[in-house]
Structures are given as C-alpha cells and as structure tokens.
C-alpha cells in the first residue's frame, strides 16, 4: 500500500484551505513573506497570493487570415471560440516584476497559432479565416506553485490547490456565468489529462458539443507533424438518452 502524506496549509484565518504533498514542503525554495508563512509543519498562505496582480485573466484576440492582432476590423465577421485551460503555465508570470501575471499563452503563442488553425481546419467543414478567441483559465492562480516550490509541483499538490480555488474560491462559478452570458460557436477543452472530465462535466451544463484537444504547451503542438489528440464530445439531452434507450 502507497502512503501519501501532506502537510496543512491554513489562511491567514487559521482554516485549513488545502495541503501540500510533503516531498513538495520539504522542497520550497522561495518562501516570500508577502504571500506565504512557512512553518515547520505547516504553511500559512495569505490572501494576497490570490489577488490581482498575480490572477491570469480571460484574453481575447483576433486572428484575420491567419494573422494575431489585438483589435477587431470593423465589418470583419469572426468564428467566435472559447479555449480553455486549468491553470496557468509558469512562463506567464513575471518573477522579477512582483510576480505579476501576463497574458497567456505567454512562451507558446507562436506553436498555438499554427496547432489553433491545424485545428479549426479540422473541426469546422466550411473553410474558415477569421476568428476571434477567448482563451480562459479556469483557476487563474499558479496552482502549480512553482513560484513557492522553484519546481513545478507534484500531481497531489496542484490537485489540492486547483480544486481549492475551483470550489471554495468559486472559480467554477465564475466560469458558468460566464458560459451563460457569452455564446461561442467552438467550444475547445484544452486541458491536461486529469482536469479534462471535470471540465467537460460542466460544459456539458451548458453546451451541447465540444472539442477536446492536448493542451497547447505540450509538445504534441510543437511537433512538426502536429498532434492535436481531437475528439468531438456530443452532450446528449436527457430525453435523447430515454429515446435510444427505448429502441
């Protein structure tokens, strides 16, 4: 039998929010006190870790015959296209500049561009040129805490923290407002393994397709014969599912 431990981490409150994996605290390389405490068994973690400037926000732009640009044409018409994600990577930090978020996408754009276009050719049976894309983190904040760890954290550890923003911090609210106030024509789950059924359980809320893809910082985009790993996820309505389950 596996034994896994991990070790507390409490708020500023003395709540226990969510823990570490103890190969992960014995490991921490950066221990700012601006947004951590770190105890000999425990770890405080300050609510400012968790406010802007250190928040990955939802970014839009504008593809215009395979060319990025940060406005719209006027009389353009655009394919409109939600790209999601878990977290953000951490290449979209600025460490030397108070750890402030950038835009995603931040290291990899050039690789998503060309994987993004690859992909639309597939999904879509009409040609399409012009698009605009949303691309949105669900939980915006370095859940793999590689700015405390100088390493990316283990499984167990980016889970704990993922989960604590997406259900007590309300992240996953969040992003059903925001389904329900914004219509896209593509819907595209470009998360990693572990989070791609959680995520697509709540679009399925929502929508009634999606496409499921490697996330984009993977090196199946990066290949010179891009691998993109598509399916095309139909989320069936209730009575769909009693009618074929008469026949």
């Given amino acids: 039998m596996k034994i896994v431990q991990t070790v507390p981490v409490y708020n500023r ?5 969510t823990s570490l994996k103890i190969s992960d605290f014995e490991l921490i390389a950066n221990e700012n006190e601006e947004f951590f405490d770190v105890q ?12 802007v400037p250190h928040l990955v926000k939802p970014w839009t732009f504008w593809v215009e015959n395979g060319k ?3 406005e719209p044409t006027e009389g353009v018409e655009y394919t409109k296209v939600l790209f999601t994600v878990e977290a953000p990577d951490k290449n979209e930090f ?13 290291g990899y754009f050039q690789s998503f561009k060309t994987g993004f276009l690859e992909l639309m050719s597939q999904v879509s049976e009409e040609e399409l040129s012009n698009f605009e894309i949303t691309f949105y983190t669900l939980v915006p904040y370095q859940t793999s805490l590689h700015y405390l760890l100088g390493k990316t ?3 167990q550890t980016r889970l704990n923290f993922w ?29 990693t393994r572990a989070f791609k059924g959680i995520i697509s359980q709540e679009l399925s809320r ?28 139909v989320h069936l309505e209730l009575t769909e599912i009693q009618w074929a389950e008469e026949f």
């Fill in 13 to 17: 409150k003395s709540k226990r929010v």
């Fill in 40 to 51: 000999g068994d425990f770890v405080i973690i300050k609510d400012r870790f968790f406010r």
């Fill in 68 to 70: 990025p640009q940060v």
């Fill in 94 to 106: 600025d460490y030397k500049n108070d750890f402030r978020a950038m835009n995603p996408l931040a």
């Fill in 153 to 155: 954290g283990s499984n």
């Fill in 163 to 191: 989960f604590y923003g997406w259900i007590n911090l309300k992240y996953r609210n969040d992003f059903m407002n925001f389904l329900k106030q914004h219509k896209f024509d593509y819907y595209i789950n470009g998360s």
């Fill in 206 to 233: 929502v929508i009634d397709v999606e496409y499921q893809v490697h996330h984009p910082n993977s090196g199946f985009w990066k290949r010179k014969n891009i691998n993109l790993g598509i399916k095309k996820i």
